[in-house]
């Protein structure tokens, strides 16, 4: 098993941290995989039984090329046909803000997995608000590369939009870990009002109350 520590440095810092999150030998479902790039890394670091769903045929045939478990699904509609609890880990990177209903999927997520991993671009990070007011325009930069009429997101989210939408739906938050623009972990836990404001994202694990 490839130690985490090993991993190719181009690998994106959070799905890095996503993957020290899950448990050896767990399952997992990665939702939005894309082309499979964190369900490799899990299954070169953590030894998982491994599935995703990916909306895009060019993402599904790039992950299945790489002899990975994907089908073609999407979140907003297919999360139903999963048993309760079928899994260990449910995995949203950076998709949630390009779903229909949010809050029904993170739903979903709760019911079919005993832990859900969620990660999110911050839309409350200074750097937003600072070309809002001073420019008066929707922001465009390395880390948010789309214009306001080409975006694939739906939900301009912020940290606490997020957190609040997880207590809403009955979620522990049981860990909520901050990336710096720079894609670096912040190394002090922040109150959440200075997570918004300096986190450009967020990495939550949550668990459903009972």
């Known amino acids: ?59 599904v045939n790039a992950a299945v090329a790489r002899g990975l478990a994907v ?47 969620v990660s999110l671009p911050n839309f409350g990070h200074f750097d937003v608000r600072f070309r809002l007011m001073f420019l008066g325009r929707m922001p465009v930069s390395k880390r948010l590369p789309y214009s306001w009429y080409d975006t694939p997101n739906i939900h301009f989210c912020t940290i606490s939009d997020f957190v609040a939408l997880a207590h809403e739906t009955g979620a522990t938050v049981e860990q909520a870990i901050t990336l710096n623009a720079a894609g670096r972990k912040l190394s002090l836990p922040l109150p959440e009002w200075l997570a918004n404001l300096f986190g450009a994202q967020g990495v939550f694990l949550l668990s459903r109350q009972h």
Do not use: W
């Open 71 to 117: 089908i073609q699904g999407d979140a907003d509609s297919d999360l139903s046909q999963y048993p309760d609890q079928s899994f260990d880990y449910v995995v949203l990177s950076e998709t949630i803000q390009a779903t229909h209903n949010a809050r029904r999927v993170l739903e979903e997520m709760l019911r079919i997995g005993r832990k859900v991993i």
């Open 1 to 59: 098993m490839t130690d985490l520590a090993d991993l190719v440095t181009d690998t994106r810092v959070d799905l890095r941290i996503i993957a020290s999150l899950i448990e050896p030998g767990s399952r997992v479902l990665d939702i939005g995989c894309g082309a499979g790039e964190l369900l490799e890394v899990l299954e070169r670091s953590r030894r998982v039984d491994a599935r995703g769903i990916e909306i895009s045929q060019k993402g």
